[in-house]
């Protein structure tokens, strides 16, 4: 068994991946592939609105707000959202906490002003800015609630006047959030949802013809919003395996149950890198994201013998990202705690031979 | 076995389906799953990099060119050809040859001046515009060279003094195609590429940064050529199975081969219409599509029986779409002769009992 630590596209439950397998030679008993039959048929809308209502109803995502599958992952999201929401101050307020963070902010910039109210790259993006405040001349607040490569997240979001919009595409679903909160939350598919090619977007229904722009058709959210996510053809396969995925998570106990899994599997793995004396954290210790876990060798030189160790022991993709170095073993729901203690006793073993 | 008629998406090859349901369980000896690995490792970089190698390779594409794969189907191509090709004339000559060349056309419209110089719409776009020209303040000229849902297709293209830009999303990998003739080619994968998910983008490398008005990030295919088509996490299963069919295109002789047995296919169901007196074809017998044949019963009393016959078959997909009614039989490249043999066998059974 390999240990999967990879930041994205990364793990899904082993029962998805067999009943995807299954569903690519005869899905629904129809004799097809769930790739050859027509989005219209009455099997593909039933996935579709499976996927949109699990969505619904493992985040209590109230009456008033939509949810849709779309394509272009959180990249395109970021002029999707800027687009929906700029209205008549064409102003925005954005934290940059980190690369994704930043490149949101960007693409606001072609429509409007964008307001960098808050930012960490002084120190690198090793912390979450606190004590946010919003003008009354930004039209909304937009935030990445969890950096996969700084390894940080926001324990408590901002308490703005301005209407928030935020892109939680790498911890969405691993833990509580109350969306009323949010006019917009939007992620990509592949961290805690499904495969790479699909995008959630779950907004309030009155933010629909509020924008101060004319929008182009396929970034408008009402163009979905009137066709239930199948205005045109929907990236099917990645849209199944997110309602798999889903059901996995609805079956095993939503999200109250993996909140605590995952919080188990951070405290056990943050544990060890503040005891083991080989090794140290990046961030501050309270802006730590239960996602993505970013540490360093203490000694350089154990390098390579540590790389070994965790080779050996079957883990995978806990290489840091080039921008932050050391390594990020990154805890997504699908991780098994088995594999975090794998790695914990690596570098428990590591100090035994080596501190 | 169940012959698969559906207008997209639609059939692949079986080897295609069994290759692809088992990457899901394991990827290259991996022991991981096709879509639970990174998409910056060595194994994804190479299906990416082999799928726009076999597209280079079976369109016998210029090395001027180049090819991506990019989200958001062709929907979202209309507007990203809009703003990569518009110029100084912000003005752009568009074909109107069915449903889909409208929603073309009408995205150019948000950044220039849309010039229908040509349209089928008079007679519910049963026949394929002929002579076109453009004139010298036409950006490009846009068109679509097969129509999914009329059931027409160019037999020749246009030969215009305008750069040529055409949503081949219906019959891109059927047939021969002098790459060179165009500036962009642009098509949804979900008909003879692979699954929904994805669409593929070749086009001179020359027309980068031409454009006369600022490009939106994701929208700008210089944005993704620099990054080789990996600037975002790409549609990973919606690559790989690309590549998977493109390999079996290949290995089974490529277009020169597809094209001859899609003549076949074609040549034996529009035989049938045309001799069998309860069925009449659509479209003018020139503009015939090789891909989608739509045509109609001449006893309306006949289609409770007829549609039963067929169901009986194991024929599926064959209901004609809204607007046309009647019967369309997509026949794309992975649907074998056999299947329309026996959506023949059951039209001359049906002349046999009721004629």
């Known amino acids: 068994m390999v240990h999967n630590f990879s930041a994205g596209p990364c ?37 579709m609105e499976e996927a949109r209502s ?21 990249s ?12 008549e101050n064409k102003k925005a307020a954005y934290i940059n906490t980190g690369a994704w963070a930043k490149k949101a902010a960007k693409e606001f910039g072609q429509l409007g002003e964008t307001d960098i109210i808050a930012s960490s ?8 800015p606190k004590s946010i405040e919003t003008g009354d001349d930004h039209d909304f607040l937009h935030f990445t609630s969890n950096n996969t490569i700084a390894g940080t997240q926001f324990k408590q979001f901002p308490n703005v006047s301005a209407p928030m919009v935020c892109d939680m595409s790498s911890d969405i679903f ?42 182009p058709t396929m970034l408008d959210l009402n163009t979905h919003a009137q066709k239930d996510s199948m205005f045109n053809t929907p990236p099917v396969f990645a849209v199944y395996v997110s309602m798999l995925n889903l059901r996995w998570l609805k079956q095993n106990g939503g999200i ?29 210790v309270e802006d730590r994201s239960n996602m993505n876990a970013t540490f360093l060798l203490t ?20 290489k840091g990202h080039r921008s932050v170095g050391g390594y990020r073993a ?25 501190g």
């Open 330 to 354: 990154s805890m997504y729901n699908a991780l098994p705690i088995e594999s975090v203690q794998v790695l914990v006793d690596v570098m428990k073993e590591l100090a035994q031979k080596h």
């Open 174 to 215: 691993s833990r509580k959030v109350n969306v009323s909160d949010f006019d917009v939350i939007y992620a990509g598919a592949q961290k805690n949802m499904g495969p790479a090619g699909t995008a959630v977007y779950i907004f309030k229904k009155d933010i629909l013809g509020q924008s101060s722009v004319k929008i």
């Open 299 to 318: 000694e350089e030189a154990l390098t390579d013998t540590f790389n070994s160790m965790w080779a050996d022991a079957n883990i995978s993709g806990i």
């Open 256 to 284: 109250e149950w993996i909140e605590s899994v995952n919080q188990q599997k951070a405290d056990l793995l943050y544990n060890e890198i503040d005891n083991n004396p080989l090794f140290t954290g990046t961030t501050d």
């Open 11 to 47: 793990i899904l439950p082993q029962s998805v991946f067999k009943e995807a397998s299954e569903a690519l030679i005869n899905f629904d008993d129809l004799g097809l592939s769930i790739i050859e039959i027509s989005h219209r048929s009455a099997n593909f809308v039933a996935v």
């Open 121 to 128: 790259e002084d120190r690198n993006y090793s912390y979450i």
């Open 76 to 87: 395109l999201g970021f002029l999707t959202v800027a687009y929906n929401m700029i209205r």
């Open 54 to 74: 699990l969505v619904k109803e493992l985040l209590h995502v109230p009456d008033e707000y939509d949810v849709l599958f779309l394509q272009g992952g959180a």
